[in-house]
């Protein structure tokens, strides 16, 4: 805004100063001024119509890029035959369409090993009466608060029975036992065992109406916890365990301090994978559990002379007696796991069993003994024990060549593991027939794309079928299509020439930017560059262009095509490749090919990229150009104003002069106004 410096010193001419130096300002500025305005609100015009360009081809570049790998089109979907025996999680991206049969003959396992029972002492209190409640008599106990009452009821004996019902029936009959011993004494018994003593209860009322009662108490028993009681009296206590052939590492319990809660503590405090728990296995009878990792490889080896975890394992000796003794032209033959074992007679019955013996020992997995001096019977011995029994074996053959042979059975000893209840194992697995062993029921690695879970043995083959799902596949498309639907839009209100139902597009006037709507369409339009054998473009799978330049899909032509051409329409989109490079000059496919354009325009170097620095120049040149040109109006202002400044003084002078003469020539003589 001009200032009227002429006013402002009291001073002036008769005329608007202000208004002269701005109207000569403006006028001076206007045309500048206005090629400026002119420039700033096209230069803003072109920034925001980049900006909604950017976005648009960023979004449209999202959409394809979700179809230009390889892996983008393992759409695939699982049946499984027996989901409770065998759980199965499907990785789409990385499955194979097939189908896979799946025999579980065993489930990895862990060894499992329990610490000899322990059971907890029940504190056991006893009340004597120092008289027997007799008629007119009546006797109250006072426990945990209540009281319980019962007046003399035919004798003694029934007035203590009485009194022992209304404990046991009452409050506290939930936490102790009462029992009538006689007529004169009862028990009580804290359900639950503990460190902590009973607190004793209290005797009241009279043995005849007049004499009153007493009562002694004994702690008959103290009650002692299961878990808390020490195992090795006054001794320290260690227990060693190594996990298959890893380091062996030791707990070391102190004297005192040998409990079963002791124990857990320690095992659990070990580096390697064992763990142990405390489990009630009956009521106030305590074990602990200890539990290793699973697979035949971790083994549990355990040393320990105090609570029971190192066992001797009882091995299992099955007798085996012939009906009659094999003499002259007899034989036997015995049958064990599926193998036949066959001896003829050989100079004596004893010799010819002692021979049968040696040819099952020299090939089976056990210890076959000849019973001394006998020639009917043997005896074969588990290698390993085990709670599980040995299978029998069947005899056959003659004692003479004619007269059949019979045989019968007898488990002289059962196998036992003793304390270890659970032996470690390796999953064993059948997938197409590739026998397969695993450490672990959870296996991943077998079956592309799919997480095996083996939750049971399964007698006959769980089927698993891996089919392709075209349904993904046929949305993927659609939604693509639909983005290039919405950045057509966008583009093509950009590049509009001005009408009379709308202003024209901010970017109508630059030709790269009409070059970028052209190039994306014919990616959609031209054949791919990696075309199938039967489809290579948008066109053969249902995808059609509309005259408004918009493309539409016919669902049908799409299905049907995913159904039939899934491997060429794959290729027609990603070149059948995984994560491609964006140097080079190589074919990508039509999804591909799209990505690494659009990549091409938003770089460094790229027209959107030049384009915004260009806009970013130019809008710094056109602020520059207008603080030149406002600094320039303030010295134009400042100029004017001090030239009529200068004018309006001299006019001022020459009025004052004006009016001095006047006045010289009024007071001259003869003038008119002095005759």
């Given amino acids: 805004m001009a200032t009227d410096y002429l006013n402002a010193m009291g001073v002036g001419a008769g005329f608007d100063t202000k208004a002269i130096v701005t109207a000569i300002v403006d006028a001076e500025k206007a045309g500048k001024q206005s090629s400026i305005d002119r420039k700033t609100k096209d230069v803003e015009s072109s920034v925001s119509g980049m900006a909604q360009l950017k976005s648009s081809l960023t979004t449209l570049q999202t959409a394809f890029k979700a179809v230009d790998d390889k892996r983008d089109f393992n759409f695939s979907n699982l049946s499984n ?184 503590t320690g095992i659990n405090e070990l580096t390697a994978d064992v763990t142990a728990r405390l489990v009630e296995t009956s009521s106030g009878s305590y074990r602990v559990v200890v539990e290793g ?70 090939a089976s997995g056990v210890t076959v003994a000849a019973v001394s001096g006998s020639g009917v019977a043997f005896t074969i011995t588990s290698d390993v024990g085990s709670d599980t029994q040995m299978t029998k074996g069947t005899i056959g053959g003659t004692t003479n060549g004619s007269v059949a042979l019979t045989i019968s ?65 046929m949305a993927a498309i659609t939604n693509l299509v639909d983005a290039y639907n919405t950045f057509e839009g966008v583009i093509k209100g950009l590049t509009a020439p001005a009408s009379k139902v709308a202003d024209e597009g901010n970017l109508k006037t630059d030709a790269e930017v009409k070059s970028i709507r052209s190039k994306m369409r014919s990616f959609l339009t031209a054949d791919s560059t990696t075309p199938g054998n039967t489809k290579v473009n948008l066109m053969d799978i249902g995808v059609s262009l509309q005259k408004d330049g918009s493309f539409s899909v016919n669902q049908t032509t799409l299905s049907s095509a995913l159904t039939n051409y899934y491997a ?59 603080k030149a040109l406002d600094t320039k109006m303030l010295s134009i202002e400042a100029r004017y104003t001090k030239q009529f400044s200068t004018m309006s003084k001299i006019i001022d002078e020459m009025k004052s002069t004006q009016k001095y003469l006047e006045s010289q020539l009024d007071n001259l003589p003869f003038t008119s106004n002095n005759d």
């Fill in 81 to 264: 035959s027996a989901p409770t025996l065998l759980s199965a999680q499907l990785n789409s991206s990385s499955a194979v369409p097939g189908t896979y049969k799946v025999t579980v003959s065993q489930l990895a396992q862990n060894d499992v090993y329990q610490t000899t029972a322990v059971a907890e002492a029940l504190e056991v209190d006893t009340y004597t009466l120092n008289s027997a409640v007799n008629a007119s008599g009546s006797v109250s106990f006072a426990y945990g608060g209540i009281s319980y009452t019962q007046a003399f009821n035919t004798d003694s004996a029934t007035t203590m029975s009485g009194l022992v019902s209304a404990i046991n029936a009452g409050t506290a009959g939930s936490t102790v036992t009462a029992v009538a011993i006689n007529s004169t004494t009862f028990t009580i018994t804290n359900d639950v065992g503990s460190d902590t003593q009973m607190t004793k209860g209290t005797i009241d009322g009279t043995s005849n109406g007049s004499t009153g009662l007493t009562v002694s108490t004994a702690d008959t028993t103290a009650g002692i916890g299961a878990s808390t009681v020490d195992r090795n009296g006054t001794s320290a206590a260690t227990v060693v365990i190594q996990v298959g052939s890893a380091a062996a590492e030791t707990i070391t319990l102190a004297a005192g301090s040998t409990s079963l809660a002791d124990l857990v």
């Fill in 293 to 362: 990792p699973q697979g035949s490889d971790n083994v549990l080896t355990i040393t320990d002379s105090v609570f029971g975890l190192q066992t001797t394992n009882t091995q299992e000796v099955d007798t085996y007696t012939l009906g009659a003794a094999v003499t002259v032209g007899g034989s036997a033959s015995f049958t064990y796991e599926g193998t036949t074992y066959t001896q003829a007679f050989s100079s004596s019955s004893a010799n010819t069993i002692v021979q049968l013996a040696a040819q099952v020992n020299a």
């Fill in 409 to 473: 059975t007898v488990d002289t000893t059962t196998g036992s593991d003793g304390n270890k209840i659970q032996g470690a194992q390796n999953a064993t697995l059948d997938v197409n027939g590739l026998a397969i062993s695993s450490a672990t029921n959870q296996i991943d690695a077998v079956v592309p794309g799919l997480k095996l879970d083996l939750m049971e043995v399964s007698a006959s083959a769980v089927v698993l079928s891996v089919g392709r799902d075209t349904t993904v596949a």
């Fill in 568 to 626: 060429d329409i794959t290729k027609m989109f990603s070149a059948n490749t995984d994560d491609q490079t964006t140097l080079g000059t190589a074919s990508r496919g039509i999804a591909g090919d799209l990505v690494n354009q659009i990549a091409a325009y938003l770089a460094y170097d790229g027209v959107v990229k030049l384009r915004e620095t260009s806009y970013a120049k130019t809008t710094s040149a056109l602020a520059t150009d207008q």
